[in-house]
């Protein structure tokens, strides 16, 4: 039979509902009876003793809040009578010992990728255009338009033929469901495009981190080569954007196109001479074919979107354990969103290999949440009001559950936002907890697969890399099938555990990165990019 209340960690005084609780329902908790005092719905929590008004309010074993007021035990805990508080962190306090866990069945694996000249392997081969200003965005959607038909045959549109039915009343109300047909002119190659509003007009530091960003696109595994194109005035210059890439990779020897439209006259000369040499190149691209890597060439991307009060409990521990499994076969992890690992600094600085990465990371965050709050704002306006419905009532709750997507291992490295990946182990890399700025900064850094967990449901995907979406409930599985990918919900109805649910996310892993299974961003053609401007954006 399944629970009906979790206490997530020995030390908690709250309790997670599994499912929804009736006022007056008696339930036994560590041993105890706890008689509910309000009626509960499920992911939210349950205090299991009586908290005074300033308490504390432990959850995952850290603070997460202060109630507001006297709570009743067996009360739940709503944004009126808890605040969001936390513990204030100013250096690393000691280490965290880490025992790997065990990989012998998973050292042998390997999946099919395609192999660049720097030693880095990717799980897609894509020829990607982009602009280095918004001016060009027109020429950039001109170039989409004709390259997707004609490399694609993309002949019709299912919406399209669904509109058509309409405005001709031919009865053929049935065309949803119906594929129009594809024929790629490619099979090795996938031609992709994003676009922007950043690269002029704001200040000169927002075009030099677009530049680090687009230049850790280019230099993703996952990507072939690039068509760049540049008017000629803006602020991030052809050779800005040169620097930053050979900042990266001072070596770099992947294919790249630039066109500068104000040197090359009509718009119509500058399209007819990119669309011929973009042909050449993404033909040549075409010739790589996958090959055998070992596991340890993967760097997965951990996110969360659309959180819920079961997320810190099933998706994300998944999570988790999925990292320290890649961590323990010499493979990268990033975990990013900076304001949602408010609450966690202690272990997180603790768990840094050494000083000098623990103290960019508080120096990182402290940053943020400076400029959070020198904007109105801070790091407690976090959770969205989906967030809040669905039980996660303050920004250290939040944070403390999704801190779980980097598992246990130890902190390599600490990147701020536009580095670049280079060390073995889990990173913490400074983005926002904005989903798409989040995975879009990921991708910049180099992950070639982004594993993202959700409890409400969220579209995203990314250009380059495949986004692997995780359920944390059945319900939210079974009600927008297009976009999950697997489900954690098991875990909370007792039928599987963390460590089975991680298995099954690694086997689905390897063959999205073997191009053997389309994840449902990528069969929805969900190629969400938005650059972070280092403004407030929480």
Not at 81 to 90: P, S
Not at 266 to 275: A, E
Request: charged letters at 25%; one cysteine or more; glycine letters at 10%.
């Amino acid at each position: 039979m399944q629970k009906k209340l979790i206490k997530v960690h020995p030390s908690d005084n709250v309790a997670v509902a599994l499912v929804d609780l009736l006022r007056g329902e008696t339930i036994a908790v560590d041993g105890e009876e706890l008689t509910i005092q309000s009626p509960t719905q499920a992911k939210h929590k349950v205090a299991l003793a009586d908290f005074q008004e300033g308490d504390s309010i432990i959850m995952y074993g850290v603070l997460v809040g202060k109630s507001g007021e006297f709570v009743d035990k067996g009360q739940v805990l709503t944004t009126a009578n808890v605040k969001h508080d936390t513990a204030r962190v100013t250096q690393k306090t000691g280490s965290i010992e880490w025992t790997p866990p065990k990989v012998d069945g998973w050292k042998d694996k390997t999946f099919m990728g395609y192999h660049r000249a720097d030693g880095q392997v990717g799980t897609q081969n894509v020829w990607l255009f982009f602009p280095l200003v918004f001016c060009e965005n027109r020429n950039i959607e001109i170039l989409k338009e004709v390259f997707e038909k004609e490399l694609l045959n993309k002949k019709e549109d299912k919406y399209r033929l669904l509109l058509r039915s309409l405005i001709h009343a031919d009865g053929e109300q049935d065309v949803l469901v119906k594929e129009p047909k594809q024929e790629r002119v490619f099979e090795n190659v996938d031609v992709r495009f994003i676009s922007h509003q950043g690269g002029c007009g704001g200040i000169r530091q927002d075009s030099e981190s677009l530049a680090r960003l687009l230049a850790g696109y280019l230099n993703n595994p996952n990507v072939a080569g690039a068509t760049v194109l540049s008017l000629g005035c803006q602020n991030l210059q052809i050779q800005i954007f040169k620097d930053a890439l050979a900042s990266i990779n001072p070596d770099f020897k992947k294919p790249l196109l630039i066109y500068e439209q104000q040197k090359m006259g009509t718009v119509d000369d500058m399209l007819s001479t990119v669309i011929r040499e973009s042909y050449e190149a993404i033909a040549a691209a075409n010739e790589i074919e996958r090959k055998p890597a070992p596991l340890s060439k993967l760097s997965i991307g951990l996110e969360c979107g659309g959180s819920d009060g079961f997320s810190g409990i099933s998706a994300n521990p998944t999570l988790g354990h999925t990292s320290d499994l890649l961590v323990a076969l010499g493979g990268k992890a990033v975990l990013s969103e900076f304001p949602e690992l408010c609450g966690v600094e202690q272990e997180l600085t603790n768990r840094c290999v050494d000083d000098e990465q623990a103290g960019k990371f508080l120096s990182l965050m402290q940053a943020f949440e400076k400029s959070a709050i020198n904007a109105g704002s801070g790091f407690d306006m976090n959770p969205s009001p989906g967030n809040i419905k669905d039980g996660l009532i303050t920004d250290a709750m939040k944070s403390a559950g999704a801190a779980k997507k980097g598992g246990t291992s130890p902190i390599v490295d600490v990147l701020d936002y536009g580095e670049y990946i280079s060390k073995p182990g889990l990173t913490l890399l400074c983005t926002p907890g904005n989903d798409v700025e989040s995975t879009t900064a990921m991708a910049g850094s180099g992950v070639n697969i982004i594993l993202f967990t959700t409890g409400l449901g969220t579209p995203t995907g990314n250009p380059v890399v495949p986004v692997i979406k995780v359920s944390s409930n059945r319900e939210l599985a079974e009600r927008m099938p297009d976009i999950i990918d697997i489900d954690t919900g098991a875990i909370i109805r007792g039928e599987k555990s963390i460590e089975e649910m991680a298995e099954e996310l690694m086997e689905m892993i390897i063959e999205v990165a073997s191009g053997r299974v389309k994840t449902k961003a990528m069969q929805l053609d969900q190629n969400d990019f938005i650059p972070w401007k280092r403004g407030v954006s929480l």
